[in-house]
């Protein structure tokens, strides 16, 4: 079992900083990788951006390139998204998830923090 906890989410002005952090815990030596979701009210779930474990491998959705950072800190066990020049259409409720099994298929999930970008 892995449990994931996130923070760091808030109300910003658009083209603000925000820094999400994931902390996880338990069998978190088994991690192959995590990833950011994202979801707007009626919008579907998003893989925002994920990193491999091991290799430090990222990968990010293009709504996004260029802005927002995935990283992650062996030490902490702790994942981080940092996001630059943000705007209104990045609202929503970010959520990580961990992959144990197979590469991009997420096996835990945490409670999510809100992100609000005002205009």
């Known amino acids: 079992q892995v449990q994931l906890v996130e923070s760091g989410g808030g109300l910003v002005q658009a083209g603000g900083s925000l820094r999400l952090s994931c902390a996880a815990s338990g069998r978190t030596f088994s991690t192959l990788d995590m990833g950011w979701f994202r979801q707007a009210p009626g919008k579907e779930r998003e893989l925002v951006a994920r990193?491999?474990?091991?290799?430090?491998?990222?990968s990010y959705a293009d709504s996004v390139k260029g802005r927002f950072t995935i990283s992650r800190d062996y030490a902490k066990n702790t994942v981080y998204l940092q996001m630059n020049s943000l705007k209104p259409e990045d609202t929503a409720l970010y959520t990580c998830a961990a992959a144990l099994k197979y590469f991009n298929d997420y096996d835990y999930w945490g409670q999510g923090t809100q992100v609000t970008v005002s205009s």
């Open positions: 990193i491999v474990w091991s290799s430090g491998y990222t």
